[in-house]
C-alpha cells in the first residue's frame, strides 16, 4: 500500500518501506499535490511554488519533467510516456489521485469531521498526533494552500483545547496543543488556550512563560504588542499565581550568625536531591531560624512556592488541619476541600504533582505528620524541624538528618557582635566571655541578653554578668526562665501588663488593635507596649501589623498573669478581647451587607478567621460570633465550617433569639448544599423559635430565604404566599409604606424587592414604585 504524509515532512512510502522522491523541486511539487488532496493544481500555480518570481524560461518543461518523474517513482514499471493511475494530467495542471486512508492529511480530516459529532477528546487527539510540523515545512516556500492547512491544524488545536477545558481534562490535551503552538509560533488564540490550559492544571508560572514567549515575538518580528486575549489570560494567570504560587514563609530573622557550617550541611544534602530535610534539636537551638534563614536562601530553587505551618507538636489532626490550609493555598476552594483524611492527602498529592515547592514543617512530633503532608515527588522538598528523634522519618521518604546544637563559643560570640556591635564586646572581652559561658551556647538566651543590652545602653557587660553568674544553674529550661524574666523585668509597665495578657489569646497570632483592648488604651499607648515586646524578643513582627508570641515566652507569660494578675483583671481582659472580635466580625458583616468596605471587611475577616473560629469553642456565648461570621462563610464556600460553627453554637444559645438566628443560618447551609426539604423546616424552625422576639428585620430576611427555596422546590404560590408575608412585615413593622426609612431598612427593602423580581412574585409596578422611595431616602 502506498502512504503519504504532508503534515510535516513530505513522504511516500511503499508497504512501510521509504519511497525515493528525488529533488527538493520534484518534492514540492508533490506535497502541493499533497496539500490540495485531490484537486488539480494548475501548472502556473507549480511555476511559482518551485521558483517564484525567478522561473526560468524552460520551468514548465522542467515541471512535466517532475511530474514524470514523481509517476516513475510512486508507480514503478510505468514506461517514460505512460501518466499511470495516480498522476494524472488535468487541464492546464496535475492532480494526485489517491484512497483516503493513504494520506495524513484525509486521516487528520476525517478523525476531526468524526470529533466533531461527538463529545470526547479522543478523536481530536489522535487527529493532532498526526501533525509532525507545520504543512510541507521541508519545502521552504510559503504558499496559501501550505497556510491553509497550518490554519485548519491551528482550528482543530483551539477545539480541542476549548473541549477539554468544557470536560475539565486539561491533561489529555496539553502535549498536543503545546507541540501546535510551538508549530504556530504567533497565533495568538491558540497561545490563548494553551495557557488557559496551564492555569486550569494549576501551573499558572508556566503560562506566564508562554506569555512572555509570544510578546516578545510579536514585538521582535512584527512591531505588535499582545492583543486582548492575550492580556486577560495573562491576568487569569497573575491570579491563579497569587492563589497556587504561595509565598508563606515566615519572614527571616534579624542579625542572623554562628551557624555557618549548619547552612553548609543543608546546602550539601540537598543536592542529594532529598525528599525530606530534618532539623532536630531542644528548644531554644533555633532550629526553626535556621531553617527559616536556609528557606529564604533556598526558595528560588522551588518555582512554585513554599508552603509553611507550624504544627507546635500536636497530633495527626494538627496535620489534617495543615492539609486543608495547604490545598486552600493551592487554590483548591474551599467548598471543594475534602473531608476524610485519605481524600484530603488525595488531594494534596494531586494538586502537588508536577510543582516544585518547599514546605516548611515546624514543630513536628511525629512521622505521620510528615507522611501526610509529604508532596507529590519529585521535585519538592518538605523540611521539618522537631524537638525529638523521628526515627520512623526514614520510612516515610529519602530522608536527611541535621541536629542542631548549642552554639561553640566563637559562634555565640559572633551572635553577640551582630547584635551588640563588635565594639560593645571588644571593650569588656572577658565579661562577654562570661555571657557566652553562661548562656551555655543557646541562641534564644544569647538573644534575649542581647536585647536586655540593648534595651539598656548604660549596662556595662560586666553588670549582666553579674546576675548571670549568680541566678543560672540547673537545666537549661530553668535558665530559659531567668532569660526570660531579665527581659520583662526591663519592660515598661504598660509593656508587661501586656505581655502577661497575651496569654489569654486563643492563637500565637494576632493583630495589633487587639492589645488595645486587652490593655483598655488607646492604640498608641499599645503600640508602643507593642514595640518594646518586640525589641525584647518577647514578641515577633512577622509581618506589618500582624505578631505572634513566642512560644517559650508565652509560657512563661501564662505564669507570670497567674502571679500577678487578679482573676477579676484576667476576666476583664478577656472579655474586651472577646467584644473586640465580637465588634470587628459584625462590622464586617455589615459593610459586606451594605455592600461598603468590601476589600477592608474580606481582609479582616480573613486576617482574624483562625482567631474567630478558635474563640467560637472557647466562649459561653458563640453565637455572638458565628452569626455575624455567616457571611463570609458564605461568600469564601466555607460551608463545613458555617455548619460546624452554626451547630456549636445552637448547642450553646438558651435564648430564643440568638437561637433563631442560628437557626436560620443552618437552614442557609442547608440551602445551599441542596439539602432543600431540611432548608424549609429550619426556616419554619427559625419563624417559631423567634415569635415572641421583636426583631422584624431577621423576620424579613427569614422570609425572603424560604421564599427562596419554596421556589426552588417549585412551589411558587408557596413562595408567592411567603413573599407578601414578608413585605406586609416591612409595611407595618419598618415603615415603608410612607416616610423615612433607615439605611438597615433601605439594605432589606432592596433585598426583598430583588427577590421577588427575580422570582416574578411581586408586581413590577410595586418593585419600581418602592425602589423609587428607597433610593429618595
Not at 481534562?169 to 504556530?184: F, N, Y
Not at 542572623?256 to 543543608?266: C, K, V
Not at 546544637?405 to 557582635?417: D, H
Amino acid at each position: 500500500m502506498l502512504t503519504f504524509t504532508v503534515l510535516g515532512p513530505v513522504t511516500a512510502a511503499r508497504d512501510g518501506k521509504p519511497v525515493e522522491l528525488g529533488p527538493p523541486q520534484q518534492r514540492a511539487v508533490l506535497a502541493l499535490l499533497l496539500a490540495k488532496a485531490g484537486k488539480p493544481a494548475g501548472q502556473s500555480e507549480l511555476i511559482d511554488l518551485v521558483w517564484g518570481d525567478r522561473a526560468p524560461t524552460s520551468a514548465a518543461n522542467l515541471v512535466h519533467r517532475y511530474v514524470g518523474a514523481l509517476r516513475r517513482a510512486l508507480e514503478p514499471g510505468l514506461t517514460t510516456r505512460s501518466q499511470g493511475e495516480l498522476l494524472t494530467r488535468q487541464a492546464g495542471g496535475y492532480e494526485l489521485i489517491v484512497d483516503a486512508e493513504a494520506s495524513d492529511l484525509s486521516r487528520f480530516r476525517a478523525l476531526v469531521a468524526r470529533a466533531s459529532m461527538s463529545t470526547g477528546l479522543d478523536d481530536y487527539v489522535a487527529a493532532l498526533d498526526l501533525v509532525r510540523g507545520r504543512c510541507a515545512a521541508e519545502v521552504g516556500r510559503a504558499h496559501p494552500v501550505f497556510a491553509e492547512v497550518d490554519h485548519e491544524i491551528a482550528d482543530v488545536a483551539r477545539a480541542a483545547a476549548d473541549r477539554a477545558l468544557d470536560l475539565g481534562q486539561p491533561t489529555a490535551v496539553l502535549g498536543a496543543v503545546h507541540r501546535i503552538a510551538g508549530l504556530m509560533p504567533l497565533d495568538e488564540a491558540l497561545h490563548v488556550r494553551l495557557m488557559r490550559i496551564l492555569i486550569a492544571m494549576g501551573r499558572p508560572s508556566v503560562a506566564e512563560d508562554v506569555y512572555r514567549d509570544i510578546a516578545l515575538r510579536l514585538v521582535d518580528q512584527l512591531g505588535l504588542d499582545p492583543g486582548k486575549e492575550l492580556r486577560a489570560a495573562l491576568r487569569m494567570a497573575d491570579v491563579r499565581s497569587a492563589v497556587l504560587r504561595p509565598a508563606q514563609l515566615p519572614a527571616d530573622v534579624r542579625s542572623f550568625a554562628g551557624r555557618d557550617e549548619e547552612l553548609a550541611a543543608l546546602d550539601a544534602m540537598v543536592e542529594e536531591r532529598p525528599e525530606i530535610l530534618c532539623l532536630e534539636g531542644m528548644p531554644g537551638s533555633g532550629k526553626s531560624t535556621v531553617a527559616v534563614h536556609w528557606a529564604h536562601r533556598q526558595r528560588l530553587r522551588y518555582r512554585d512556592g513554599q508552603l509553611y505551618a507550624d504544627i507546635q507538636c500536636s497530633g495527626a489532626e494538627a496535620a489534617e488541619t495543615t492539609l486543608r490550609s495547604f490545598l486552600r493555598a493551592l487554590g483548591l476552594p474551599a467548598d471543594q476541600v475534602p473531608d476524610t483524611r485519605d481524600e484530603l492527602v488525595a488531594e494534596y498529592r494531586r494538586m502537588t504533582a508536577g510543582k516544585q515547592l518547599l514546605v516548611l514543617l515546624d514543630c513536628v512530633s511525629d512521622a505521620e505528620q510528615v507522611r501526610l503532608l509529604l508532596p507529590a515527588m519529585p521535585g519538592s522538598l518538605v523540611l521539618v524541624t522537631t524537638r525529638k528523634r523521628l526515627p520512623g522519618l526514614a520510612s516515610v521518604g529519602r530522608t536527611g538528618q541535621l541536629s542542631i546544637g548549642m552554639l561553640r563559643p566563637e559562634q555565640s560570640r559572633e551572635l553577640l557582635v551582630r547584635r551588640l556591635g563588635e565594639g560593645r564586646l571588644d571593650a569588656e572581652p572577658a565579661a562577654a566571655d562570661q555571657i557566652v559561658l553562661a548562656c551555655g551556647g543557646l541562641p534564644l538566651a544569647l538573644s534575649l541578653v542581647a536585647a536586655r543590652l540593648l534595651m539598656n545602653p548604660g549596662f556595662t557587660l560586666a553588670a549582666v554578668v553579674d546576675d548571670l553568674t549568680t541566678v543560672f544553674g540547673g537545666d537549661c529550661g530553668g535558665e530559659l526562665q531567668t532569660v526570660f524574666s531579665w527581659s520583662y523585668e526591663q519592660l515598661g509597665p504598660v509593656a508587661a501588663r501586656l505581655f502577661r495578657l497575651l496569654s489569654l489569646h486563643p492563637v500565637v497570632g494576632f493583630s495589633a488593635p487587639v492589645t488595645a483592648r486587652l490593655l483598655d488604651v488607646d492604640q498608641a499607648t499599645a503600640d508602643a507596649a507593642l514595640a518594646e515586646l518586640v525589641d525584647a524578643w518577647l514578641v515577633d513582627q512577622v509581618q506589618p501589623g500582624r505578631y505572634r508570641v513566642y512560644e517559650l515566652a508565652l509560657s512563661h507569660a501564662q505564669e507570670l498573669s497567674a502571679q500577678l494578675d487578679t482573676a477579676a483583671e484576667r476576666a476583664a481582659a478577656r472579655t474586651r478581647m472577646v467584644d473586640y472580635y465580637v465588634e470587628g466580625t459584625q462590622w464586617a458583616h455589615d459593610s459586606l451587607a451594605a455592600d461598603r468596605d468590601e476589600l477592608e471587611a474580606v481582609a479582616w475577616y480573613t486576617r482574624e478567621y483562625d482567631v474567630v473560629e478558635t474563640l467560637i469553642r472557647r466562649i459561653d456565648e458563640p453565637w455572638r460570633l458565628t452569626v455575624p461570621m455567616q457571611r463570609f462563610y458564605l461568600r469564601r464556600g466555607l460551608l463545613q465550617d458555617w455548619e460546624n460553627s452554626v451547630r456549636y453554637s445552637l448547642a450553646k444559645a438558651t435564648e430564643p433569639g440568638p437561637r433563631a438566628r442560628l437557626l436560620m443560618g443552618l437552614a442557609g447551609v442547608a440551602q445551599c448544599t441542596g439539602r432543600f426539604d431540611e432548608a424549609v423546616t429550619l426556616y419554619r424552625e427559625s419563624l417559631i423559635v423567634g415569635k415572641d422576639v421583636d426583631d422584624p428585620r431577621r423576620v424579613v430576611i427569614t422570609l425572603i430565604g424560604l421564599a427562596g427555596v419554596e421556589e426552588t422546590r417549585g412551589d411558587r404560590k408557596t413562595a408567592g404566599i411567603v413573599l407578601a408575608e414578608a413585605w406586609q412585615v416591612m409595611e407595618t413593622r419598618l415603615g415603608v409604606a410612607g416616610g423615612p426609612i433607615s439605611d438597615d431598612t433601605r439594605i432589606l427593602l432592596r433585598y426583598l424587592l430583588e427577590a421577588g423580581e427575580e422570582l416574578g412574585l411581586l408586581e413590577a409596578e410595586v418593585v419600581r414604585e418602592r425602589l423609587a422611595i428607597a433610593a429618595e431616602d
